[in-house]
């Protein structure tokens, strides 16, 4: 493959994609080393993530892609190594010390929990949020940093109600919603992630507003994904992958979660 249409970021430098075993971000690692970059995934447990490294060496052979361990993505200086690349990582290979800075961060860990308790799931987004810019900022060699953002970080569509969506625009209903006193709608959970995703992506850009890192940021903000999983043996059907197959199979109990047509429309 040729090099990426960009001065930026070479085929043979290195870029670090958080929750690399996830649904998206495992695309992301797939598209990144069919473009012929090395890639470094953080995941919280190695061991379990193995499979991820197995199938990624048949591919692309070895050497391309490694697996770094971050236990904790809230945790001050979480990502610190990932990005320095100092810290004892798996190979396709073998254990070694990488020593080569990244040249850019594709952010897209986040907590995934569904948890209806706001405290349990805004702080820890914004905290592994700012802690990945604060470690791309400390390495020289990080030319971008992408932000995983959502949708539904900006709105949550009423149906029949018409809105002009731009830069300026914030799911601020979800995180008043997420906010209220303890109650029992079902779609708590909905808001507090929506709220989740709207305090982390308004940190980032607060953050580079003040800090101006060397780096570009941007930010990405896709809606509902659909499409095949690279594993389906590891990785089942993550995230929005089971929607489809859960359809087919009448498996809706766990789409309740999001709020009915008859307010939102998608």
């Not at 914004?126 to 953002?149: D, H, L, N, Q, Y």
């Amino acid at each position: 493959m040729s090099d990426l249409p960009t001065s930026a970021i070479r085929g043979e430098s290195t870029v670090l994609v958080t929750g690399a075993n996830g649904y998206l971000a495992s695309h992301i690692v797939d598209k990144f080393l069919q473009h012929g970059l090395k890639v470094r995934g953080t995941v919280r447990d190695l061991e379990k993530s193995s499979w991820l490294v197995d199938l990624l060496e048949k591919r692309y052979g070895s050497d391309r892609f490694e697996l770094t361990l971050v236990p904790d993505i809230t945790r001050e200086g979480a990502f610190e190594e990932a990005v320095k690349g100092r810290k004892p990582t798996l190979l396709c290979s073998s254990l070694l010390k990488m020593t080569i800075g990244v040249s850019a961060v594709v952010h897209v860990a986040t907590i995934m929990t569904f948890d209806p308790n706001p405290d349990n799931v805004i702080p820890g987004a914004v905290a592994a949020a700012i802690g990945a810019m604060e470690a791309a900022a400390k390495e020289p060699t990080v030319k971008r940093f992408i932000f995983t953002s959502s949708s539904a970080a900006v709105v949550s569509p009423f149906a029949g109600n018409d809105a002009v969506l731009d830069e300026h625009t914030w799911n601020e209903r979800a995180v008043e919603e997420a906010y209220k006193p303890p109650t029992n709608d079902p779609y708590r959970a909905w808001y507090a992630y929506a709220a989740s995703k709207t305090r982390a992506e308004q940190a980032v850009w607060k953050w580079c507003s003040e800090n101006h890192p060397s780096f570009i940021t941007n930010a990405v903000l896709p809606n509902g994904i659909f499409g095949r999983v690279l594993d389906p043996v590891n990785q089942g059907y993550r995230s929005s992958a089971h929607w489809i197959p859960d359809l087919f199979e009448g498996k809706i109990e766990h789409m309740r979660l999001f709020p009915p047509r008859k307010l939102f429309s998608c």
